[in-house]
């Protein structure tokens, strides 16, 4: 079965700093995508970024990059300069290519921005 | 807004009683995706339909059900409440065309928020 696993429950990070969020997956699948979403505390849930697996280039969206490492599973996600609205839970999202679709997902990792 | 969208935003009911939960998927999406989210937890999948079919389940209680209709639009009914029940439901919507490499995307709405007291 497909896992998805944020092992930082919490994160703090300057304003105008860069932070790191890590996310790893467990799949025997070859082809697949993978997402970040943030949720403000208005609980909506946006779309970051995203990444396909058959994909070697980082995906790469202003601010924000992933560090995709399909063979060790891991899809961390950078943010750059850090902004007082970055804060907010991020969710790690991993999608089987075909099939049904649905999205497993991580646990999230809180995002403290300091002032 | 990612035109998707949920009623109610709250809703607040007793233990025992049933509640049904409304998603419109965007306009021309054919699949449409419930998520339960309890208190600081990820979302966990529900049950997919796409285009009036029931696709997929996911961990559902078998008090819970749904249905997508002709207009596409999707029910979510919850039945014989616990307090374990509350929680923020999602629903989400795609293109979805089933077939061949796709990328669809899917959109959340903004979430019904459901307590039992």
């Known amino acids: 079965a497909q896992t998805v696993t944020q092992s930082q429950p919490e994160m703090s990070v300057q304003e105008a700093e860069t932070v790191t969020l890590s996310c790893t997956y467990d799949t025997s699948e070859s082809d697949y995508y993978l997402f970040w979403y943030k949720q403000p505390p208005s609980r909506q849930m946006i779309l970051v970024i995203r990444?396909?697996?058959?994909?070697?280039q980082n995906a790469t969206e202003n601010r924000f990059s992933v560090n995709f490492q399909k063979a060790a599973k891991s899809f961390s996600l950078k943010i750059s300069d850090s902004q007082l609205g970055d804060a907010a839970m991020y969710f790690c999202a991993y999608r089987i290519i075909s099939g049904t679709y649905k999205y497993i997902f991580g646990t999230g990792t809180r995002l403290k921005v300091l002032a | 807004d990612s035109g998707v969208t949920q009623t109610p935003k709250h809703l607040i009911t007793a233990t025992g009683q049933r509640v049904t939960l409304r998603c419109s998927p965007r306009?021309?999406?054919?699949?449409v995706y419930w998520y339960q989210q309890s208190l600081d937890q990820g979302l966990q999948f529900l049950i997919h339909?796409?285009?009036?079919?029931?696709?997929a389940k996911g961990n559902i209680l078998e008090r819970f059900s749904a249905q997508q209709f002709p207009d596409l639009h999707s029910e979510l009914n919850l039945s014989s409440l616990e307090l374990g029940d509350s929680a923020l439901y999602f629903c989400a919507s795609s293109v979805a065309t089933l077939a061949g490499y796709s990328y669809n995307e899917q959109f959340f709405g903004p979430g019904t928020r459901l307590t039992v007291l």
């Open positions: 306009s021309g999406d054919l699949s």
């Open positions: 990444q396909e697996a058959y994909k070697q």
């Open positions: 339909y796409y285009n009036g079919e029931e696709r």
